[in-house]
C-alpha cells in the first residue's frame, strides 16, 4: 500500500490487492482479491472491483458499477458491467462574424492621436485639424475644405451657406440615408424627392428636370437646391445634373459622404457642387470614429463656413453673437486618426476595388445577380460597399432568402438604403420617379466590402451565394 489512501465505513479490500497512492474508496465498495490499483483513482459507493483486475490511474467508478475489465484509461466507469463513458464531443467553434465594413487602423493614427494628447491640443482647434484639412484640400484638388463632426452636419451648413430657408424646396436623391434629407427639415424647408437611374442607382437627370419644371409650374417658385448622391461610392451623372442645374439657376449641394477616392471624368467626387459633404463615419473609406467635410468654392465661403460651425461667435473680446451658429467642428483628437487615415487611402482604394473584382469574377455565372458596376470609362468608384441585385424570376431566390442565408453563416449584409419617399416620416413629401428606387430597394443588398476581409471569409461569403 502507498500513501494518502482513504476507506470509507462499510467498504471490504480483498486479499493480496495492491494500492498505489491518493486511492479512495468509498462506502460499501468490494474490492476483490488480486486487484491491482494505481494513482488517484475513486470507487463509488457500492462499486464492485472483480477479481485480479488492474486500476490504473485518475480513474472514476461509478456507484452501483460493477467493473469487470481492466481500466487502463483515465475517465468515468460507470454500469453493469462498468463501461469507460466518452467525454462528449467539444461544441464546434463558433465562425467569427464577417462584418459589413470594419475600419482599419494602425501605428499612424495612434502616433497623431498621442501628439494631440502630449500637446494638450484635445478640443475643436490644433494642429491635427488643420493638417487634416490641407491634406484632404491637396488630395481633392479645386475645394477649400472644413473638417467638421459629421457628413450630417457637412450637409446642413452647406444648406445654411445657400440660404435654404422656411418655405423653400430642395430636390433630393430619394434612393439615400435619411441624413441627406434630414437637414432640408432643420432648415425649414421641404423636400422634394428624385428617384435613381438604372445605371447609377442615383439621381435621375430625367427625372431631376420634370421634377424642376413641375415645381415651378405649380408653386410658381424655382427650387432652392439639389442634393444628388454618390451612392456605395457610384458617382453620380454629375455632368448631366450639373447641366440641368445651371439651366435652372439651381446651386448644388453634392452628398459625396460615402464616395471619398471616387472620381466622374477624372475630377473627385465632392467637388462637382457648389458645395460637397463627406463622411468619415466607422465604416467609411477612412474614418475619425466620427466626422465630416464640407468643400466650399472659395477662401470667403470656408471661412463663412468656419463660423457658423464654431457657435457664429463674433470676433470680439467677450463673446458676442450676431447669428446662429452650431458645434459642428472636428476636435483635434478626431482629426488625428483622420490624417493617419489618409496615408492608408491609396490602399484602402485598391483594397476596396479589388474585392469588387473578386465578387464580380466569381459571382459573374450566377443567374439572376448583378452587381453595381460603372457604367462607363467616365464613372471611377472606390466600391466603399460592393452591392447584388437579385432578380428573384431568374435566381430563384429572393434577396431577403440571401440575406437570410448569409446570417446564418455569421455574415453581415445590409438592404440597400430605403428610399425617403416610402419612409413614413417623409410620406406626403412630393416625388417624381418611376419606380427604380423602389425596385432596388426591394432587390438589392449590400455585401461585406471592408479593407480587412480576408480570404476564407471571401470564400465564405461566396459559398453562401453559390449553394442557395
Same mark, same amino acid.
Given at each position: ?16 490487492? /495492491? ?10 465498495c468490494?474490492?476483490?482479491?488480486? !486487484? ?15 477479481? =485480479? ?17 481492466d ?9 453493469c ?15 467569427? /462574424?464577417?462584418?459589413? $465594413?470594419?475600419?482599419?487602423?494602425? &501605428?499612424?493614427?495612434?502616433r ?10 484635445? +478640443?475643436t ?11 484632404? &484640400?491637396?488630395?481633392?484638388?479645386? /475645394? ?15 444648406? !445654411? ?18 441624413? $441627406? ?8 424647408a421641404?423636400?422634394?424627392? !428624385?428617384?435613381? &437611374? ?16 413641375d415645381?415651378?409650374?405649380? +408653386? ?44 466622374y ?78 496615408l ?5 482604394? &485598391? ?18 445577380? $448583378? ?44 438592404p ?5 419617399h ?14 427604380? $428606387? ?7 443588398? =449590400? ?16 459559398? !453562401?451565394?453559390?449553394?442557395?
Amino acid at each position: 500500500m502507498g500513501d494518502f489512501n482513504l476507506f470509507s465505513c462499510g467498504s471490504l479490500i480483498g486479499h493480496d490487492v /495492491t494500492l498505489g497512492n491518493w486511492n479512495v474508496v468509498a462506502n460499501g465498495c468490494k474490492v476483490s482479491g488480486g !486487484v491491482t490499483l494505481g494513482n488517484a483513482n475513486f470507487l463509488g459507493a457500492a462499486s464492485v472491483v472483480l477479481p =485480479c483486475r488492474t486500476v490504473k490511474e485518475n480513474v472514476v467508478l461509478g456507484a452501483n458499477s460493477i467493473l469487470v475489465r481492466d481500466a487502463l484509461v483515465g475517465g468515468t466507469y460507470a454500469g453493469c458491467p462498468a463501461v469507460l463513458k466518452k467525454k462528449p464531443s467539444p461544441a464546434p467553434e463558433k465562425k467569427s /462574424t464577417v462584418w459589413l $465594413s470594419l475600419a482599419c487602423t494602425g &501605428e499612424a493614427e495612434e502616433r497623431f492621436v498621442h501628439e494631440a494628447f502630449e500637446s494638450k491640443w484635445v +478640443t475643436t482647434v490644433g494642429p491635427n485639424v488643420d493638417a487634416f484639412e490641407r491634406e484632404l &484640400e491637396e488630395y481633392l484638388g479645386e /475645394t477649400h475644405v472644413v473638417a467638421l463632426a459629421s457628413g450630417t452636419s457637412a450637409l446642413h451648413l452647406g444648406l !445654411v451657406m445657400l440660404g435654404v430657408g422656411p418655405g423653400d424646396e430642395v430636390l433630393c436623391q430619394s434612393m439615400t440615408f435619411a441624413a $441627406s434629407a434630414n437637414p432640408i427639415i432643420y432648415q425649414g424647408a421641404s423636400p422634394v424627392f !428624385v428617384d435613381s &437611374e438604372e445605371k447609377t442607382w442615383n439621381m435621375s437627370p430625367e427625372m431631376l428636370e420634370e421634377a424642376i419644371r413641375d415645381r415651378i409650374r405649380q +408653386t410658381g417658385r424655382t427650387p432652392k437646391a439639389i442634393i444628388p448622391v454618390d451612392l456605395y461610392g457610384m458617382p453620380a451623372s454629375m455632368g448631366e445634373i450639373m447641366e440641368i442645374a445651371g439651366k435652372y439657376g439651381i446651386p448644388v449641394l453634392e452628398d459625396a459622404a460615402e464616395a471619398l477616392g471616387s472620381e466622374y471624368r477624372g475630377r473627385k467626387c465632392g467637388v462637382f457642387g457648389t458645395y460637397g459633404a463627406f463622411s468619415f463615419n466607422g465604416n467609411k473609406i477612412i474614418t475619425t470614429s466620427g466626422g465630416g467635410a464640407l468643400c466650399c468654392p472659395d477662401e470667403e465661403s470656408r471661412n463663412r463656413v468656419k463660423f457658423y460651425a464654431t457657435q457664429a461667435r463674433d470676433q470680439a473680446p467677450h463673446y458676442e453673437h450676431t447669428r446662429i451658429g452650431y458645434n459642428y467642428r472636428l476636435s483635434n483628437v478626431c482629426a488625428g486618426i483622420g490624417r493617419g487615415q489618409m496615408l492608408s487611402l491609396p490602399s484602402f482604394l &485598391e483594397k476596396r476595388r479589388g474585392i469588387h473584382e473578386e465578387y464580380r469574377r466569381r459571382l459573374s455565372g450566377v443567374p439572376g445577380l $448583378s452587381l453595381l458596376e460603372n457604367p462607363d470609362s467616365r464613372y471611377h468608384s472606390n466600391h466603399w460597399l460592393t452591392c447584388v441585385q437579385v432578380n428573384p424570376e431568374e435566381a430563384r431566390f429572393d434577396r431577403e432568402t440571401l440575406r437570410l442565408a448569409l446570417q446564418k453563416a455569421g455574415v453581415e449584409s445590409r438592404p440597400l438604403w430605403k428610399p425617403m419617399h416610402l419612409q413614413p416620416v417623409f410620406r406626403s413629401c412630393p416625388f417624381y420617379g418611376s419606380g427604380v $428606387s423602389d425596385r432596388l430597394f426591394e432587390e438589392g443588398l =449590400c455585401l461585406p466590402s471592408g479593407a480587412s476581409l480576408a480570404g476564407e471569409d471571401m470564400d465564405r461569403i461566396i459559398d !453562401v451565394l453559390l449553394n442557395l
